[in-house]
């Protein structure tokens, strides 16, 4: 069984006849608390209701958006940062510690391993001892948030760089978070990236471990969600709220082969702190 102070998250709007993240979590072996998160701006609440009942927790938009850094000064909220920030009082509220934000369209969880020279995928039968090794390893590192990697984190298989690496300095989309390790998303749009890199700036720990992923249908074909907003503004606008917050470090380029598009680029060697091998300590 899940521990009792940890609580998974899923953030939804307009999607209550496909949260495809619900049947995920029960499939993979997942016991724990669960909770449905929509705003207050949903015309379809009513049906997360019917469907999920007390599970269902609503929160105000327009207040939260006043708490933190939107990056502009636009009036459309179609956008999902609100919600993340709005779980860590949810989570205290609750009586939770750990919690974990996902969004409503995942419909995989996989172990990354290396078998007979090429990296597989193998299912997690058991998402709740996952869990609590992803909230070990939080408390390990120190880190404020620990998350999960995605199917592109591993372009070049065994032998890519980020799978040697083990764990990458980023966080998307599934978020391990410690209610007493409170920190705020920025940018109303790429605000996972926004986040990590200026908060990776000042030195804090955000980190995606490279030996589990998780599986999200293709971007912009599901409806609801923040697809509308995706295909109103595109790739270009979205990766520019990350260099507008971090200039020195944060470009934009061209990426992709047959589908080419803008997107942001991190020169991580300009981004975060480091620290150097005891081997190049000058003498005194």
Same mark, same amino acid.
Request: proline content about 1%.
């Given at each position: 069984?899940?521990?009792?102070?940890?609580?998974?998250?899923?953030?939804?709007?307009?999607?209550?006849?496909?949260?495809?993240?619900?049947?995920?979590?029960?499939?993979?072996?997942?016991?724990? #608390?669960?909770?449905?998160?929509? *705003? %207050?701006? +949903? !015309?379809?609440? /009513?049906?997360? $209701?019917?469907?999920?009942?007390?599970?269902?927790?609503?929160?105000?938009?327009?207040?939260?958006? #006043?708490?933190?850094?939107?990056? *502009? %000064?636009? +009036? !459309?909220?179609? /956008?999902?940062? $609100?919600?993340?920030?709005?779980?860590?009082?949810?989570?205290?509220?609750?009586?939770?510690?750990?919690?974990?934000?996902?969004?409503? *369209?995942?419909?995989?969880?996989?172990?990354?391993?290396?078998?007979?020279?090429?990296?597989?995928?193998?299912?997690?039968?058991?998402?709740?001892?996952?869990?609590?090794?992803?909230?070990?390893?939080?408390?390990?590192?120190?880190?404020?948030?620990?998350?999960?990697?995605?199917?592109?984190?591993?372009?070049?298989?065994?032998?890519?760089?980020?799978?040697?690496?083990?764990?990458?300095?980023?966080?998307?989309?599934?978020?391990?978070?410690?209610?007493?390790?409170?920190?705020?998303?920025?940018?109303?749009?790429?605000?996972?990236?926004?986040?990590?890199?200026?908060?990776?700036?000042?030195?804090?720990?955000?980190?995606?471990?490279?030996?589990?992923?998780?599986?999200?249908?293709?971007?912009?074909?599901?409806?609801?969600?923040?697809?509308?907003?995706?295909?109103?503004?595109?790739?270009?606008?979205?990766?520019?709220?990350?260099?507008?917050?971090?200039?020195?470090?944060?470009?934009?380029?061209?990426?992709?082969?047959?589908?080419?598009?803008?997107?942001?680029?991190?020169?991580?060697?300009?981004?975060?702190?480091?620290?150097?091998?005891?081997?190049?300590?000058?003498?005194?």
């Amino acid at each position: 069984m899940m521990r009792d102070d940890f609580g998974v998250f899923i953030l939804s709007h307009g999607r209550s006849d496909n949260l495809k993240t619900v049947r995920m979590l029960k499939k993979f072996g997942y016991t724990g #608390k669960l909770y449905i998160v929509i *705003d %207050n701006e +949903d !015309d379809t609440a /009513a049906d997360y $209701y019917d469907k999920f009942g007390d599970k269902v927790i609503m929160f105000d938009k327009l207040a939260v958006s #006043k708490t933190f850094d939107t990056a *502009d %000064n636009f +009036d !459309d909220r179609r /956008a999902v940062v $609100y919600a993340r920030n709005a779980c860590f009082d949810m989570a205290e509220k609750r009586g939770l510690r750990y919690f974990l934000e996902l969004d409503d *369209d995942y419909h995989g969880l996989y172990f990354r391993v290396v078998k007979g020279g090429q990296l597989a995928s193998v299912k997690v039968e058991d998402a709740d001892a996952l869990f609590e090794k992803m909230i070990a390893c939080l408390d390990a590192i120190g880190g404020l948030t620990l998350a999960f990697t995605q199917a592109g984190d591993f372009i070049g298989g065994k032998d890519s760089r980020r799978y040697r690496q083990g764990i990458v300095r980023k966080a998307m989309n599934a978020f391990f978070c410690d209610v007493e390790k409170r920190f705020q998303f920025v940018g109303r749009i790429n605000e996972d990236v926004n986040t990590y890199v200026t908060l990776g700036m000042r030195g804090e720990r955000i980190f995606s471990t490279c030996r589990a992923s998780i599986v999200q249908g293709q971007t912009q074909q599901n409806k609801g969600g923040m697809t509308e907003l995706y295909l109103d503004t595109g790739t270009y606008l979205k990766s520019f709220y990350t260099v507008m917050m971090a200039p020195s470090c944060v470009c934009v380029r061209m990426m992709g082969t047959s589908s080419r598009r803008l997107h942001h680029n991190i020169n991580w060697n300009l981004c975060v702190p480091k620290i150097l091998d005891e081997r190049h300590k000058k003498s005194a």
